[in-house]
């Protein structure tokens, strides 16, 4: 069974970075590209970030560009989002997904992670 | 990137069919033929029902079909069930390695 499980939300400051990790098993991490989607509160879902499955391209949506970065370690079938200058508009669960962004299809979400942003 | 418009609310009887529509631009639902849908359920991650405009995953029940014409996407659910009471999200490839998901459409079975 496939599975993602994410985890590191937390509340954090404005301007404050946070450490999101997403752990995947069920299947062949390695050979499948992944992708971080936030969705805020009584809203719809926004893509955030992807990265290919060697970990060698990376994208970005323009709100987050400059101030996150994905990565990933498939020796350890993990996912990763560092987050910093963060601001108030980043509040959101934060859910990692399995697929490719260029499909525009994403199969599989983990249960979702809470970032709250506030002072 | 603009979200793509979606209805706030739809419904229907059960057994009846409800139709969801997701409007967008040339530069998104328009231009390219990747338009998926995913359901979601209260404190539940989206599933996804539709890819590449009318395609089913594995699993998801063939009462679910997708279709597009021009900017306008359509996601209609045939012989509505309880259990389709959910929110309805669409969304589209828009190039340069982005998509963007729509507001939202809550669908109600009566």
């Known amino acids: 069974e496939v599975q993602l499980l994410e985890s590191g939300g937390a509340l954090v400051q404005p301007g404050g970075s946070l450490r999101l990790s997403c752990a995947a098993s069920?299947?062949?991490?390695?050979?499948?590209?992944m992708s971080w989607v936030r969705q805020a509160p009584g809203k719809g879902p926004e893509w955030v970030s992807a990265?290919?499955?060697?970990?060698?391209?990376?994208y970005y949506a323009d709100s987050v560009k400059g101030r996150f970065t994905i990565s990933r370690d498939n020796s350890k079938n993990t996912l990763y989002l560092q987050m910093s200058s963060l601001r108030a508009e980043d509040a959101a669960v934060y859910y990692c997904?399995?697929?490719?962004?260029?499909?525009?299809?994403?199969?599989?979400w983990g249960q979702g992670t809470l970032v709250t942003v506030a002072s | 990137q603009s979200a793509l418009t979606q209805p706030p609310s739809a419904s229907g009887s059960p057994g009846q069919s409800v139709t969801i529509s997701c409007t967008g631009a040339?530069?998104?639902?328009?231009?390219?033929?990747?338009v998926s849908w995913y359901q979601q359920h209260p404190g539940k991650a989206p599933k996804l029902m539709i890819y590449?405009?009318?395609k089913r995953p594995s699993g998801v029940p063939d009462r679910f079909s997708g279709s597009k014409s021009g900017n306008t996407a359509s996601l209609t659910v045939s012989g509505l069930q309880a259990e389709d009471e959910a929110d309805y999200y669409c969304?589209?490839?828009?190039?340069?390695?982005?998509?963007?998901f729509g507001g939202g459409t809550k669908v109600t079975v009566l």
């Open positions: 590449e405009v009318s």
């Open positions: 069920g299947f062949i991490f390695s050979s499948n590209a």
């Open positions: 990265i290919n499955a060697g970990g060698t391209g990376a």
């Open positions: 040339s530069s998104d639902v328009g231009g390219y033929n990747l």
């Open positions: 997904a399995k697929g490719w962004v260029t499909r525009n299809y994403f199969d599989c």
């Open positions: 969304s589209s490839y828009v190039g340069s390695n982005s998509v963007v």
